[in-house]
Nanobody, 120 residues
């Protein structure tokens, strides 16, 4: 069974860097045709795609946040990480990691999400 679990601080101060980890079990992050995504949902708003790291290590980021986002991975731990620098209160949201299956062209597994608050 594939499971994704987000972890990280629930509270971040403005201008700091937000770092979240997604730990994956039941599926290798290096398996062909899987892309590992970060998606967030601010309160009262829709889902916002942040970016992904692919099975080969390729990355793609949301153009509007490209300068502040970094997604990396640790294949030995089967984890991938989101870093969002210089956060503002607008970064407060539920953050989700999700697997995208390129064969089926859809998201098939999601983490339960982690809530992030931005406050001094």
């Amino acid at each position: 069974q594939v499971q994704l679990q987000e972890s990280g601080p629930g509270l971040v101060k403005p201008s700091q860097t937000l770092s979240l980890i997604c730990t994956v079990s039941g599926s290798s992050i290096t398996t062909t045709n899987y892309y590992w995504n970060w998606i967030r949902q601010p309160p009262g708003k829709g889902l916002e795609w942040m970016g992904y790291i692919g099975y080969s290590g390729d990355r793609n980021y949301s153009p509007s946040r490209k300068s502040r986002i970094s997604i990396s991975r640790d294949t030995t731990k089967n984890q991938f990480t989101l870093q969002l620098s210089t956060v503002t209160p607008e970064a407060a949201a539920g953050y989700y990691c999700a697997r995208f299956d390129a064969n089926r062209y859809g998201y098939d597994y999601w983490g339960q999400g982690t809530q992030v608050t931005v406050s001094s």
